[in-house]
């Protein structure tokens, strides 16, 4: 009996551990497929950087009127045409953004800047494409500086990500931003008067290539991708985002929280990195693609 019971016990754990073996292998394959698939799109996305870019230059040449007349039909049509191929940089762009991420080669760039400059300047930017939808933004930027010790070009990024998203889903109403400083760093608060959501998309909306069910039948075109890489930016910089609603219909706040200084260089640099203030920083791979996401 005893004797029975412990051949049947080595057996289990001789299955045990070719399991594990064979687990272990598995993961290593994924691992592989998916820094494949991440070299892919980085490869991909660059190629089709290119001729974007010679399509916007040729429909601007084109309005212009440079090859001719241009009626209000054809100038209709170019302006379609536009938005379109201004919607696939976008795409790309955020593709570039995310396999840098990836690959640990998102380049940060850390010096000091004021964050009331940068909201109002992004403020200034998006102003018009707000009053194209009879929305009103609401921003008092305060007198005194806010100094932070950032990469200016992605705060900004996230900045810009969260207002735009604000006027792409609040069809009426008003967009509020807000600062405010407390004794170690700065809040950002983006609110709108929009669309709104259920705590079932709360916890998603974060993730890579995650539309919330709120958008569903509301025709708002999106991949899903814009947020996901403002927190990977602001985590970057020692900083949490979160998103909160009342319910569907009852607008949104999408905000972050940002250090002046302290955590402002991520862990991993090294003081002496912060005198050349560009590094290439990798980010832990917190969240990696699964294949799933692949598009
Ligand atoms: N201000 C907002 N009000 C309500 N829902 C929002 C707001 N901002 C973002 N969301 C939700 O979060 C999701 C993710 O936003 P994100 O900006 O990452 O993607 P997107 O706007 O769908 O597409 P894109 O990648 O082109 O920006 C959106 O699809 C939407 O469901
Ligand atoms: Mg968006």
Redesign the pocket.
Known sequence: MLVRSVREEVTRRKEVTKLAKSLEQANLRLQELDRQKTEFLSIASHQLRTPLSIIKGYLELISDGAYGKVTKKMREILGDMDESNERLV?LVD?FLDITRIEQGRTKFSFDTYDMNELVTSVVKELTNRAKDKKLKIVWKASKEKEDIYMDDEKVRHVVF?YID??I???PKGNITVRLEPDEQGLTLRVK?T????GKE?EAN?FQKF???K??EGTNV????????VCRKFIETHGGHVWAKSKGTGKG?E?GFWIPYQKGAVPKIMQPSDLEEHETDIAIPKKDTFTLASVV
Not at 221 to 228: M, R, V
């Open positions: 976008k955020d990500n998203n604000a792409k889903y609040t709108d929009g669309i709104g959501f998309d909306f995650y539309r919330g709120n958008v075109n999106g991949t899903g991708l814009g947020i996901y949104s999408f």
